[in-house]
């Protein structure tokens, strides 16, 4: 989730140029242009849950987690993040398959949905429907990007091609302070790796080819 967010941050920051000119801003001020995007980041985020979703585009929501609980999820219910006003996820969660699955609405980039297994030694493997960002993974963190396929490609290829590890277990009443850390973690270490310039400018040939 969180590298969609820096990701809007930083287009917005070169959303006045267009081609080759926003790739040779990308490059001259790409760090300084990164550290902004970051610094728009909250370093905690809370869950609230909401029982009247304003989803803009409900089918696509409802598409999704339906295809989900019928492959054996169960809905962890659906929340507004007060420092992300403009983000709403639906939350599932399947603890015999060992997945979390967070369904989001965002005012720009739209819907998308992450599939997260977690690890007992802390590491995840998250395939997400999100365009590739042009942001580097954290180590350990495993992203597969998976933008334009069908909710039930997205499952079976994750069930397929994730590590074979001691998996953490899941539950509906852990999901969302799961959510918060894992958010909580992603942020602290963006922050200290920071965002490089070369990584603003694949964000920015990334936008051109999107």
Known sequence: MLKIF?????????????????QIIARIFG???????????PDTIH???????????????????????????QDAGTFRIPEMPVVQVRLLVHPGDFFYASIYQHSQAGVWFDLLTKY??????????CRPTGLANRPGHMNINMHGQSPTAVL?????DRPRDAFA????????????????????W????????????????MSKAA
């Open 6 to 22: 820096i990701l809007l941050g930083a287009l917005l920051l070169l959303s006045v140029a267009r081609g080759l000119v926003m």
């Open 31 to 41: 760090r300084a242009i990164g550290e902004h995007a970051l610094n728009q980041q």
């Open 47 to 73: 869950l609230e849950r909401t029982a009247v979703p304003n989803w803009t585009n409900p089918t696509a929501i409802a598409a999704i987690a339906d295809m989900l609980l019928s492959r054996g999820f």
């Open 120 to 129: 007992r030694n802390g590491r995840t493997a998250t395939f997400t429907t």
């Open 156 to 160: 079976d290829r994750a069930r397929a």
């Open 169 to 188: 277990p899941m539950s509906v009443d852990q999901v969302a302070r799961d959510f918060e850390a894992g958010y909580a973690d992603a942020i602290a």
């Open 190 to 205: 963006r922050r200290k790796r920071g965002v490089s310039a070369r990584e603003v400018a694949e964000v920015a040939k």
